[in-house]
């Protein structure tokens, strides 16, 4: 039997690749954990869920947070995935000079009508890794959010399912109540 070693790349090297060309830029992938990862296609009811999610939370989170729509974190040396949103600290330059990092998010969001289980197997365990205390997905199918806190070395100690009906809070601002139907079209 033949034992290969798997090749796993930087930040640095996924972004040369991109402007090398040998990634196209149009090309749906994510770097995480040092593997190049292709994203799965927005379907129409991803697509307006996360528009609605988004333009939600704006409403709610004005002047004390960004919303960022599927633009790269950068996780760690080898982790620079592109969640749904991610709702950020505010940087007056936009974080034009760099993506966020784990101590700038407060919450990160995936939209998943057909991907829920890599968003449960494959991304909650490379953003519990990197710190990200706050994880929801939103599963357009049922019609509720999972929630992950209480991140550790291999993933989330706690994982909450909340209905259409439910009102929860982020960590980062508890005050402020997300009723769970809102984030949905």
């Not at 002047?63 to 950020?88: C, F, H, M, T």
């Not at 330059?93 to 009508?113: G, K, T, V």
């Not at 490379?126 to 990200?132: L, N, R, W």
């Amino acid at each position: 039997m033949t034992v290969t070693d798997l090749r796993l790349w930087t930040v640095d090297e996924y972004r040369r690749m991109t402007e090398t060309g040998i990634l196209n830029p149009d090309e749906r992938v994510e770097l995480i954990d040092g593997q190049i990862i292709s994203s799965s296609a927005k379907n129409p009811p991803h697509a307006a869920t996360n528009l609605c999610a988004a333009d939600y939370l704006r409403s709610l989170l004005a002047g004390l947070a960004l919303i960022r729509i599927q633009d790269p974190i950068a996780l760690s040396y080898n982790s620079e995935p592109e969640p749904d949103i991610a709702v950020v600290q505010i940087d007056p330059r936009l974080y034009q000079d760099f993506h966020p990092a784990p101590d700038n998010i407060f919450l990160l969001i995936e939209i998943a009508d057909t991907t829920l289980e890599t968003d449960r197997r494959r991304k909650a365990p490379a953003y519990a890794k990197a710190g990200i205390t706050d994880y929801w997905i939103l599963d357009v199918n049922t019609r509720q959010v999972y929630v992950f806190r209480e991140p550790g070395e291999a993933n989330y100690g706690q994982e909450t399912v909340f209905n259409e009906d439910d009102v929860l809070s982020m960590l980062a601002f508890p005050e402020i109540e997300v009723q769970v139907g809102r984030l949905f079209p």
